[in-house]
């Protein structure tokens, strides 16, 4: 499992090498601090990172800057509603609930049988908030990863 992260900071650091090697002195480019949860995220070091984790954090984070915001998880959540709501009437019953990591009880909380569009956005900004380990308001994707391995999800 602890494959993909390390050569994919070895070349990173080669990449930094070859860019130095052709680039103005340190200290007149910004390129470390334009993406500082990547790279250079503490958690990033200490976490298992493999391709299909680093394809699901790519969907989340829709602008790429490495960090998903509420904005984009919310987006993304309300297009996944949108999906299951076949019938458009802005709740999704058990037919309509498509096979989750979390089960139909887990986002009905009023257990009326039905999933309003509200519950399901409330629980998984509930989530949002727990993999935001740092409470920064964006999940890294070291913080993405550790959490999808908490939960058993790797
Ligand atoms: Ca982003
Ligand atoms: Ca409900
Ligand atoms: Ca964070």
Do not use: K
């Not at 602890?2 to 480019?29: F, K, M």
């Not at 308001?137 to 959490?147: M, P």
């Amino acid at each position: 499992m602890i494959r993909s992260l390390p050569i994919r900071l070895t070349l990173a650091a080669g990449a930094t090498l070859l860019v130095a090697a052709c680039a103005p002195p340190p200290g007149t480019t910004g390129t470390v601090a334009d993406r500082p949860n990547v790279e250079g995220d503490p958690d990033v070091m200490v976490v298992d990172v493999d391709p299909a984790m680093e394809r699901r954090f790519a969907r989340l984070d829709a602008n790429g800057d490495g960090l998903a915001t509420w904005e984009e998880a919310y987006a993304m959540r309300a297009d996944q509603f949108a999906t299951m709501d076949a019938d458009h009437n802005g709740a999704v019953t058990g037919d309509e609930f498509s096979a989750r990591a979390q089960p139909f009880t887990a986002f009905d909380r009023n257990g009326d049988g039905v999933i309003e569009f509200g519950e399901f956005i409330d629980h998984h900004r509930t989530m949002f908030s727990r993999v935001d380990a740092d409470g920064d308001g964006a999940v890294s994707l070291g913080e993405y990863a550790r959490a999808m391995r908490e939960m058993g999800a790797t």
